[in-house]
Each structure stands twice: as structure tokens, then as C-alpha cells.
């Protein structure tokens, strides 16, 4: 069980972070930002310039950070587990907003 969860969650943050990394040049910062946070992440933003956000350019997505709590979960036999499971999620957006 615990290896499986371990394969899922890995699988995730690979998804999550393959999905964001690809796409971010090619659009606007107000919809990688709200992609994110639509994906449960907490966005900070790095920002150079002082252009409108939706003249910003991403330059980078990274900084990955999870928060866990270990949750005990009924098992067979009366055997208990401690399962890690993700309370927050922060993720950093860079920005070129000096054009």
C-alpha cells in the first residue's frame, strides 16, 4: 500500500510539473497563475518589472514545496498504517514584467 501511494503521488508532482514547465512561455501569467492554483497549489510570485500582470512574461515555474500530515488509517486485523497526505502544496512563478 505504501508503495503504491509513494508511485501515485511521485506520479503527480511529474505530471504537475511537466504540465506547467511546457506551456508557461507561451502564455499569459493570469492563466498559468490560476492553472496552478486550480491544481490546489499556493502561487507565489517572483516578479521583476512593474508591467500589468498580463504583460508579464513567465520565465520560470519551480520551487515545489509540500506540506504532509500523517494520517492513521484503519487497516485488517486491527493494524493500523500512518499515511502521508499533502495539506499544501506552494509552487514560485517568475516573472519578466519589465518590458
Known sequence: ??????????S???GVLAATAAP?????????IDQLEAQG???RVNRLGSAPLDECEVT?????QEQKRLVNVEGFNDR???????VKRTITVSLDCSR
Open 1 to 10: 500500500m505504501r508503495n503504491a501511494l509513494t508511485v501515485v503521488i511521485a
Open 12 to 14: 503527480a508532482a511529474i
Open 24 to 32: 508557461a512561455n507561451a502564455e499569459s501569467a493570469n492563466l498559468t
Open 41 to 43: 497549489f499556493d502561487v
Open 60 to 64: 520560470d515555474i519551480g520551487n515545489v
Open 80 to 86: 493500523n498504517a500512518l499515511v502521508p497526505v499533502v
